[in-house]
Each structure stands twice: as C-alpha cells, then as structure tokens.
Nanobody, 117 residues
Framework: QVQLVESGGGLVQAGGSLRLSCAAS????????MGWYRHAPGKQRELVAI???????NYGDSVKGRFTISRDNAKNTVYLQMNSLKPEDTAVYYC???????????WGQGTQVTVSS
C-alpha cells in the first residue's frame, strides 16, 4: 500500500503560479509512474500530467506549455509547477501513483487549487 500526501494548493490570481508536491510513502520503492489529475465541479476528471520512473512525461492538452511535472526518485516525490494559471484551472488536484506490481493505482486525498479572475 502506498500513501500519498499532497501539498501546495491554494488561492491565486489569474496569471499567477503555484507548485504542488506529492510525497509517496509506505511500499513505494518500485514506483512506475506518478502524476496529477484534476476534477472540477460539473466536469469529468482529467489528466494533468504524469511522469514515469525514466523521466518520460505526458501532459493534458489544456496545460501544455504552462505546467511542468518533475520527480525526485530518491524522495519518491513528484512536483507540479503551474504557471500562467487560468480560472479554468480551478479544481481539486489529485496525486496518482502506480507501482510496477500494482493492478490498481493509488490516489492522494486531493488539494484544492482556486484561480480567481
């Protein structure tokens, strides 16, 4: 079982920046990929960004060029640098982690990001 603890959410004005962090603990020594998804009211959950253990990344179309995901494998921590934030980025952001041996990934508790216009 992997435990994920997210931090860094908050309220920011449009055009501003935030940095989210997610630390994995527990049986986290064989993590394949970590990433972020978000869920806004009235919308489906969507991919924000993921990063593999080898450093390959994938971004949702709506955040490409504005968000950057990075990872510290030694600390089992993933970061999401969010720049040029827009009101439509407002959502609960969830950290996600998949180990090589997992069938189902693990989720964090979520952190609220609110972007005011």
């Amino acid at each position: 079982q992997v435990q994920l603890v997210e931090s860094g959410g908050g309220l920011v004005q449009a055009g501003g920046s935030l940095r989210l962090s997610c630390a994995a603990s527990g049986s986290s020594s064989s993590i394949s990929r970590m990433g972020w998804y978000r869920h806004a009211p009235g919308k489906q959950r969507e991919l924000v960004a993921i990063i593999t253990s080898g450093g390959n990344t994938n971004y949702g179309d709506s955040v490409k060029g504005r968000f950057t995901i990075s990872r510290d494998n030694a600390k089992n921590t993933v970061y999401l640098q969010m720049n040029s934030l827009k009101p439509e980025d407002t959502a609960v952001y969830y950290c996600n982690c998949l180990r090589f041996e997992d069938v189902v990934s693990s989720w964090g508790q979520g952190t609220q990001v609110t972007v005011s216009s």
